[in-house]
């Protein structure tokens, strides 16, 4: 059964730092999402992705952070300069274009910030 | 703003008994989906039961059911015949016209042998 990919499972960074983290969606899925989850709290909505570009985003999703479906498979999320707050566990998710279907999800990349 | 509520952040069940995890949500919208996805230690969520906001009639998925109380803006879950492998945080989530997701809190489950 196909299924979103995230990479990778971890990532240790320093303060300031930049950071991508790479998701591939399931291949005929066409709208795609990133969510954040800080330790012990609930799972929040960064942005969705669809037809190239950004549909929605929350006030979490500021400058700091750019998505990018850099070809026919990926779907990444860089944050330009890491602060402490940025460690969450970070999903990505996608669903097909049919209406209301649910998201699949990622298993997660967990970035530290150090 | 669309809201989803928990208000169980911990819960436990013997195994082979029954339990119910509350949801409430708030919003203005008419057409929605209402979901339930299990995180089990490993952290991928995985949907467990999902329900359309028009049909009346609850969703029900093997063990798996809900109790969808549109009026009132709740929609519990029901694990019937609990097993070890229920052992998992449990997210209520809301889905709007616009295809955005809101989650709860999360419950967490705890299935005793």
């Known amino acids: 059964e196909p299924e979103v990919t995230q990479t990778p499972s971890h990532q240790v960074t320093q303060m300031g730092q930049e950071v991508i983290l790479r998701c591939v969606p399931i291949?005929?899925?066409?709208?795609f999402y990133w969510y954040r989850q800080i330790l012990g709290q609930k799972v929040e909505f960064l942005v969705s992705?669809?037809?190239?570009?950004?549909?929605?985003k929350s006030e979490i999703f500021d400058d700091q952070f750019s998505v990018e479906r850099p070809d026919g498979s990926n779907f990444t999320l860089k944050i330009r300069s890491t602060k402490l707050e940025d460690s969450a566990m970070y999903f990505c998710?996608?669903?097909?274009?049919?209406?209301?279907?649910?998201?699949?999800f990622g298993p997660g990349t967990r970035l530290t910030v150090l | 703003a669309q809201t989803v509520t928990q208000s169980q952040p911990e819960m436990s069940v013997q195994e082979a008994e029954t339990v119910t995890l509350s949801c409430t949500y708030d919003?203005?919208?008419?057409?929605?989906?209402l979901f339930w996805y299990k995180q089990p230690p490993s952290r991928q969520m995985i949907l467990v039961i999902r329900?359309?906001?028009?049909?009346?009639q609850n969703a029900t998925e093997n063990r798996f059911s809900v109790n969808f109380q549109k009026a009132a803006k709740s929609f519990s879950l029901k694990i019937s015949d609990s097993q070890l492998g229920d052992t998992a945080m449990y997210f209520c989530?809301?889905?709007?016209?616009?295809?955005?997701?809101?989650f709860g809190t999360g419950t967490s489950l705890t299935v005793i042998p």
């Open positions: 291949s005929n899925h066409l709208y």
């Open positions: 992705f669809y037809n190239n570009e950004i549909s929605e």
């Open positions: 998710a996608s669903r097909k274009e049919s209406s209301y279907n649910e998201q699949f």
């Open positions: 989530a809301f889905m709007n016209a616009g295809n955005q997701f809101y």
């Open positions: 329900q359309e906001a028009y049909k009346q």
């Open positions: 919003t203005s919208e008419n057409n929605y989906y």
